[in-house]
């Protein structure tokens, strides 16, 4: 089993920007693909970003293009979102989920976080 645990959420004002981290133990981390999604309250979980085993390559919600970076550092086990530039309509707890290769489906993804909240304010 793996176990992931994002941190680094909180509440930040609008333009502002967080860097969210999630650990990862468990099975080697270099054999999952990672991804990033979000839920706000009464809507469905998003996906967000996703990036590679390797970390070559990434792909990004429209709505987050240009604002938001995933990476991955698997010396560390750990994947990153940087987001910046952040909105109000970013408010959500933000999970990190672990799958066996790229996708933007939630149920394409074996592991999930426990969540962290992000809360932007007007």
């Known amino acids: 089993q793996v176990q992931l645990v994002e941190s680094g959420g909180g509440l930040v004002q609008a333009g502002g920007s967080l860097r969210l981290s999630c650990a990862a133990s468990?099975?080697?981390?270099?054999?999952?693909?990672m991804g990033w999604f979000r839920q706000a309250p009464g809507k469905e979980r998003e996906f967000v970003a996703r990036?590679?085993?390797?970390?070559?390559?990434?792909y990004y919600a429209d709505s987050v293009k240009g604002r938001f970076t995933i990476s991955r550092d698997n010396a560390k086990n750990t994947v990153y979102l940087q987001m910046n530039s952040l909105k109000p309509e970013d408010t959500a707890v933000y999970y990190c989920?672990?799958?066996?290769?790229?996708?933007?489906?939630?149920?394409?993804?074996?592991?999930w976080g426990q969540g962290t909240q992000v809360t932007v304010s007007s």
């Open positions: 990036i590679s085993r390797s970390g070559g390559s990434t």
């Open positions: 468990g099975r080697t981390f270099s054999v999952y693909a």
């Open positions: 989920a672990a799958g066996p290769g790229v996708s933007s489906w939630s149920g394409s993804y074996d592991y």
